[in-house]
């Protein structure tokens, strides 16, 4: 029998804006300012990006923490694969991801950017969830543990509908019974189109 699907939560752009313009609220009522974002390659790319325009930080340096485990579980382990791009000493550092899920990764990332010597460091995610083991300095939204789910972002759309869609067809690999099990256990009503096309990249 093929494993339970998570229940999705399927993340819009309008949403991404309002919570970079939420978190950057939060951090300019703080009176924090940076000299560098860090952001964790992928999921933190995108909204280090946007904090840098509405924080006018220009200087952003990346950093992997790859978060080892299946795609949409809410468990697993972290480890530095790819040093920073760029020296962070003696500079007033925010360390930006998409999610604190079980917090490993921002933890593990924050730890590694505090030994390069920061004269401040603070760390950012647009979205907490309740069960992490890590709690950023600064978060948009806050997820409460009871209300997990796995939330997809425009910049992992394809990547995990990939990953979800190969799930579904454990069970049966006919299109229409894919598209049905990922509705009924996901709760979001992906494209058909979307479901045909996850299904034939991943089997490549």
Not at 10 to 34: C, F, M, N, P, Q
Not at 167 to 172: G, I, V
């Amino acid at each position: 029998m093929a494993d339970p699907l998570p229940r999705c939560r399927l993340a819009s752009w309008g949403e991404v804006d309002a919570w970079a313009e939420t978190l950057s609220g939060k951090i300019r009522r703080r009176h924090r300012t940076y000299d560098t974002l860090v952001g964790l390659t992928r999921g933190g790319w995108v909204p280090a990006r946007l904090l840098s325009d509405r924080l006018g930080v220009k200087r952003i340096v990346s950093l992997r923490a790859q978060h080892w485990g299946v795609t949409a579980t809410p468990s697993g382990s972290a480890e530095i694969t790819e040093e920073l791009s760029g020296p962070v000493a003696n500079e007033r550092v925010l360390v930006v991801d998409d999610i604190t899920d079980t917090g490993e990764s921002l933890r593990l990332a924050t730890d590694h950017v505090r030994a390069q010597g920061p004269a401040q460091l603070d760390s950012a995610a647009f979205l907490h969830i309740g069960h992490s083991g890590f709690r950023p300095d600064f978060y948009a939204e806050r997820i409460p543990k009871r209300s997990w789910v796995w939330v997809i972002f425009p910049w992992n759309y394809w990547e995990d509908l990939r990953t979800l869609a190969a799930r579904a067809a454990e069970s049966d690999p006919r299109l229409a019974k894919v598209v049905e099990r990922l509705r009924e256990g996901t709760g979001v009503r992906f494209p058909r189109a979307d479901v045909a096309r996850a299904l034939a990249e991943f089997s490549r």
